[in-house]
Nanobody, 120 residues
Framework: QVQLVESGGGLVQAGGSLRLSCAASRRVLSLDAMAWYRQAPGKQREFVERITNGDATNYADSVKGRFTISRDNAKNTLYLQMSSLKPEDTAVYYC??????????????WGQGTQVTVSS
């Protein structure tokens, strides 16, 4: 089992910045990939940004150039640096971890989410 605990959400004005954190109970390098997702009221959960244990990254077009995913291996923590925030970024943000155990078994873990609200 891996526990993921998000923090850093809050209320911010449009154009502002926030940094979200996700503390993991396991060494993050032992996980094949970690990612951030978000879910706005009345909408489906959507992918935001992902990083592998080899430091490859990918991201949604909606956050390109504004959000940056990273991790601190010593602190077992994943980060999402968000800049130039827009009201449409308002959502609950979730931390996700993917562990490959075998060709037939993978483990998926989710945090509880942290609310980000961007006012205009």
């Amino acid at each position: 089992q891996v526990q993921l605990v998000e923090s850093g959400g809050g209320l911010v004005q449009a154009g502002g910045s926030l940094r979200l954190s996700c503390a993991a109970s396991r060494r993050v390098l032992s996980l094949d990939a970690m990612a951030w997702y978000r879910q706005a009221p009345g909408k489906q959960r959507e992918f935001v940004e992902r990083i592998t244990n080899g430091d490859a990254t990918n991201y949604a077009d909606s956050v390109k150039g504004r959000f940056t995913i990273s991790r601190d291996n010593a602190k077992n923590t994943l980060y999402l640096q968000m800049s130039s925030l827009k009201p449409e970024d308002t959502a609950v943000y979730y931390c996700h971890a993917h562990e490959v155990r075998s060709s037939a078994r993978t483990n998926e873990f989710w945090g509880q989410g942290t609310q980000v609200t961007v006012s205009s």
